[in-house]
């Protein structure tokens, strides 16, 4: 099965069952704090499978399986292990995005982070940096990929620093970071490819 669908359908059903079960919840969120002090390191992965409310989980299993198919799909002229790479992919940005939580919030008892926004900021950014002038859609407003990236990045940075709005910003800065940044890892001539796509639109 293509990893991004399995995905998509697992975190679907944790999430779906976490909904009901608090107690699950409380077992797979992130807490620095536990993470840090009590070494419940498994805390960095399981936070990505469970989401605050029905609006958060569905724009990040939409924006995973849409945007990862297609990401598989890049990941096969770099590498005759697409699917592993995906994971690696996928997963990395879970874990980057987790980390300035665990620096910034380590000492902070009370602080909670859920959802799959570093791993699914991953999952987006490798697919604009295989297809720049792709068209996203911003509210139902048609924006070329690279020209969202640079905005997203902007915002999730001014909005990290402001703060006050219970999302985490970092978290989706830091995780497209690492997508936009992961092919490269695979195949450092990958960046022809992006500067190929993105001195030559295709619109």
């Not at 699917?83 to 602080?111: C, E, M, R, T, W």
């Not at 936009?180 to 001195?199: E, G, N």
Request: net charge positive; with cysteine.
């Amino acid at each position: 099965m293509n990893p991004a669908t399995l995905i998509t359908i697992i975190t679907a059903g944790v999430s779906l069952f976490a909904f009901q079960n608090r107690e699950l919840m409380n077992r797979l969120i992130l807490s620095p704090y536990l993470v840090v002090y009590k070494k419940q390191w498994y805390r960095v992965i399981t936070h990505a499978f469970i989401h605050a409310n029905w609006a958060h989980l569905l724009f990040n299993l939409i924006a995973l399986w849409s945007f990862g198919i297609a990401v598989v799909r890049y990941f096969s002229f770099l590498s005759s292990a697409p699917y592993v790479q995906f994971y690696i992919l996928y997963f990395g940005g879970v874990i980057v995005a987790a980390i300035p939580d665990l620096i910034k919030q380590k000492n902070n008892y009370s602080y909670l982070s859920l959802g799959a926004s570093g791993g699914v900021s991953a999952v987006i950014f490798s697919a604009i940096f295989f297809n720049p002038w792709s068209t996203i859609l911003i509210f139902f407003i048609p924006c070329p990929g690279i020209i969202f990236g640079v905005l997203y990045l902007w915002y999730s940075n001014y909005m990290s620093r402001k703060g006050g709005d219970n999302i985490n910003h970092d978290a989706h800065f830091y995780g497209a970071v690492f997508g936009f940044l992961y092919p490269l890892l695979i195949d450092p001539s990958a960046i022809s490819i992006f500067i190929d796509r993105l001195t030559h639109p295709s619109f």
